[in-house]
């Protein structure tokens, strides 16, 4: 057995299962998951009829670096979406499709770290829980950044030491963020690119909730355009990993993929080939007309705006609670410890949230998590509201 499997902490959903173990909700009242980040929203129409209409590429083994074709959907999607040049990015050379970001996120570690110097993996905290798998089995220490309120929920970046750079290989970061939904700021990003290139570490920025915000002129940057605002049009030392799942309501569809640094795309098709994780040429299919379309994302994003209206209308007077700047969670201050709070919602109304202690790590004594909560607005907009009362009448109930 690799004894790095025995570093690995409960999956945060493992522990929920325990935690609500034994405990028989009111039976009148249906349940409503607001745990999983798991979107709900129907699938658009024209992805479900390209993907049939490609069935018969089953009898094809798919390419480990995709079709041309959906590479140059990806390169124009990213161009269009972050200003970048025409033609700075090469579809060939800088693009690597994924099935999902989550497997792209734990390969590049496996793929990429050189386990013989010491190597440290930053990321934030709270944070997803791939990225501290993902360390621990390539043989790296995760050093954890403490995502705290007074900062706006993002990592302090400048109170990191520079041995800690000095052994830094890979730095994880989430923009907008899981469980928080703050976005780096330009500035942020081209700081951190130039430490990249002075202690020559790698960026893995994962932006798979890019596409979910509330003001339609306010995009999220992201990392590849605050590199080629450096003049890096290269993308030295920058990674960055996108996916359809919440963009375009297909988590089932397994797609994504990274872009940038060519170097490192190279080494990591090296190890993608014998990994065996070529994307089926049927969802290759479906990709491209996903990517090639943003009606459909507009409409999703006008989704979780109304449920975001409407569930903070319901909870804002009863919970310390603010609207993310992206994405789909909501981060409330808890009015008991997180996990009590979670156990009783449960067994008083048959909501399920998930403790945000489970998504973060103590610390010197302290976890960012400890006291809040992490609420995935995924459900339809009624269900949203109807958990929104129940938790509001419990809360009142304390």
């Known amino acids: 057995m690799n004894p790095d499997l025995a570093r690995l902490q409960p999956y945060p959903f493992e522990k929920l299962a325990a935690l609500k173990g034994g405990i028989e909700p009111p039976a009148g009242l249906g349940h ?65 499709p994924l099935n999902g970001t989550r497997e792209g996120l734990f390969a590049f570690a496996q793929a990429l770290v050189d386990r013989n110097r010491k190597p440290l993996v930053l990321m934030p905290n709270p944070f997803y829980q791939i990225y501290e798998g993902a360390t621990l089995l390539a043989g790296a220490e995760p050093h ?118 060519a170097r490192v795309i190279e080494r990591f098709f090296q190890y993608r080939t014998y990994h065996g994780c070529a994307m089926p040429g049927h969802h290759q299919h479906a990709s491209i007309a996903a990517w090639r379309d943003e009606t459909h994302v507009i409409a999703n994003r006008a989704l979780y705006r109304a449920k975001f209206d409407a569930v903070l209308a319901i909870l804002g007077e009863v919970l310390e609670v603010t609207r993310p700047d992206a994405g789909f969670y909501l981060w409330p201050v808890t009015p008991i410890p997180d996990p009590d709070f979670a156990r009783r919602l449960f067994a008083a109304a048959n909501v399920t949230i998930l403790p945000g202690t489970y998504l973060s790590r103590t610390v010197s004594g302290h976890n960012p998590g400890a006291q809040r909560a992490r609420l995935a607005l995924v459900a339809p907009l009624d269900e949203c509201v109807e958990a929104a009362w129940r938790i509001r009448r419990f809360i009142e109930s304390l």
């Open 32 to 96: 409503i998951a607001l745990s999983m980040g798991e979107p709900k929203h129907p699938t658009p129409s024209f992805i479900v009829e390209t993907l049939i209409a490609h069935l018969h590429l089953l009898s094809a083994y798919p390419s480990t670096r995709g079709s041309p074709v959906l590479r140059q959907a990806i390169a124009d999607w990213l161009t269009r979406r972050y200003h970048l040049p025409a033609d700075c990015l090469d579809p060939e050379r800088q693009i690597l």
């Open 144 to 261: 954890f950044l403490p995502c705290l309120p007074e900062n706006g929920f993002l990592p302090d970046f400048a109170a990191v030491a520079a041995d800690t750079w000095r052994r830094c290989q890979i730095l994880y970061l989430c923009s907008p963020g899981n469980p928080t939904g703050a976005v780096i700021p330009l500035a942020t990003l081209q700081a951190l690119i130039q430490l990249a290139e002075e202690y020559d570490f790698l960026i893995a920025a994962d932006e798979c909730y890019s596409e979910l915000y509330g003001n339609e002129g306010q995009a999220p940057v992201g990392l590849l355009q605050a590199a080629a605002a450096l003049g890096r049009r290269d993308f030295r030392h920058c990674l960055v990993f996108h996916s359809l799942s919440k963009r375009s309501n297909v988590p089932g569809l397994r797609s994504g993929f990274i872009a940038g640094d």
